[in-house]
């Protein structure tokens, strides 16, 4: 179940992307020399950036399984990001075989790879769509075929919102896909912040890289007063918005100064 519009043709390679210097940061082979140029300027920069891509990465799949554990038997993963193994579906279906799982990315490379990597299993479907467009997201016939709106989702926007600025109205976006979901709905939400960090000196150049670069999407980093006003209508679960390492560690905690260098926060509400 891939997007039929989509085509090789579509993907940029003459501009960084996102999807491909995070999969850079991961340690992944699936990006472009722009990409790899552009995101070793920003390690080079900037070198927290690693820990705290890793540790996003762990805390979604802490997020995912804890709400498998829940019964939670249907996910949107809205910025999928390129394949990384363990996906959404793989981490959820390993508590709950029949969980089934949407994948939504902008960039065609996701796609690309979508097919062998997020396909396979049976369950999950994966289609182009932007979160700036909720009306098309939520009423693509992919997700139709997978997501009952009856029964409780698991709405996924990690490590994406910093990609919305603030005249887009990212609150609004959140509001959108909430309204759309039945009580009992959860949300995990991650998203960098300049809180850890001073930002005019290497940090700020290094974010600066993404606008320089005319990389396909600017990074707009949040406070966490303004990342807790996305989870507007849920509740949140304990133990609130933390740092990832923070957020129901399965390993040693980091620490404090170890902390001091992870710039993002995450957590998970379930919609009131
Ligand atoms: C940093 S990666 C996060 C991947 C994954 N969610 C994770 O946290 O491991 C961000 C992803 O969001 C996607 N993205 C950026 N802007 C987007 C948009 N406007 N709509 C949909 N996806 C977007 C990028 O293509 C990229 O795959």
Not at 68 to 80: K, N
Not at 261 to 268: D, Q, S
């Given at each position: 179940m891939t997007d039929q519009g989509f085509?090789?043709?579509?993907?940029?390679?003459?501009?960084?992307?996102?999807?491909r210097m995070y999969d850079y940061y991961l340690g992944g082979r699936d990006n472009y020399e722009v990409d790899r140029?552009?995101?070793?300027?920003?390690?080079?920069?900037?070198?927290?950036?690693?820990?705290?891509?890793?540790?996003?990465?762990?805390f979604?799949?802490?997020?995912?399984?804890?709400?498998?554990?829940?019964?939670?038997?249907?996910?949107?993963?809205?910025?999928?990001?390129?394949?990384?193994?363990?996906?959404?579906?793989q981490i959820a279906q390993e508590v709950a075989p029949d969980a089934r799982v949407a994948y939504v990315d902008n960039d065609p490379i996701v796609a690309t790879y979508?097919?062998?990597?997020?396909?396979?299993?049976?369950?999950?479907?994966?289609?182009?769509?932007?979160?700036?467009?909720?009306?098309?997201?939520?009423?693509?016939?992919?997700?139709?075929?997978?997501?009952?709106?009856?029964r409780p989702v698991g709405l996924m926007l990690v490590a994406?919102?910093?990609?919305?600025?603030?005249?887009?109205?990212?609150?609004?976006?959140?509001?959108?896909?909430?309204?759309?979901?039945p009580r009992g709905s959860h949300l995990i939400l991650s998203h960098t912040t300049g809180d850890f960090h001073e930002l005019d000196g290497d940090a700020g150049e290094a974010r600066d890289v993404y606008r320089d670069r005319q990389a396909t999407?600017?990074?707009?980093?949040?406070?966490?007063?303004?990342?807790?006003?996305?989870?507007?209508?849920?509740?949140?679960?304990?133990?609130?918005l933390v740092q990832p390492p923070l957020w129901h560690p399965d390993e040693p905690v980091p620490s404090d100064e170890e902390l001091a260098h992870i710039g993002f926060y995450g957590g998970v509400g379930v919609k009131r």
């Amino acid at each position: 179940m891939t997007d039929q519009g989509f085509s090789t043709a579509d993907i940029d390679t003459g501009r960084p992307h996102p999807a491909r210097m995070y999969d850079y940061y991961l340690g992944g082979r699936d990006n472009y020399e722009v990409d790899r140029e552009a995101a070793q300027h920003v390690v080079d920069l900037f070198p927290d950036i690693v820990p705290m891509a890793r540790g996003n990465r762990a805390f979604m799949h802490r997020a995912v399984r804890f709400l498998a554990q829940r019964g939670v038997r249907q996910f949107i993963d809205i910025g999928t990001g390129i394949p990384t193994a363990p996906n959404t579906h793989q981490i959820a279906q390993e508590v709950a075989p029949d969980a089934r799982v949407a994948y939504v990315d902008n960039d065609p490379i996701v796609a690309t790879y979508a097919g062998a990597h997020l396909l396979g299993a049976g369950g999950t479907g994966f289609f182009l769509g932007d979160v700036r467009d909720p009306g098309s997201i939520l009423g693509h016939p992919t997700l139709g075929e997978l997501i009952d709106f009856d029964r409780p989702v698991g709405l996924m926007l990690v490590a994406v919102l910093h990609f919305v600025r603030d005249d887009e109205d990212p609150a609004g976006l959140v509001a959108a896909y909430r309204d759309a979901l039945p009580r009992g709905s959860h949300l995990i939400l991650s998203h960098t912040t300049g809180d850890f960090h001073e930002l005019d000196g290497d940090a700020g150049e290094a974010r600066d890289v993404y606008r320089d670069r005319q990389a396909t999407a600017t990074l707009t980093l949040r406070s966490h007063a303004q990342v807790l006003d996305f989870f507007d209508g849920f509740a949140l679960v304990e133990p609130g918005l933390v740092q990832p390492p923070l957020w129901h560690p399965d390993e040693p905690v980091p620490s404090d100064e170890e902390l001091a260098h992870i710039g993002f926060y995450g957590g998970v509400g379930v919609k009131r």
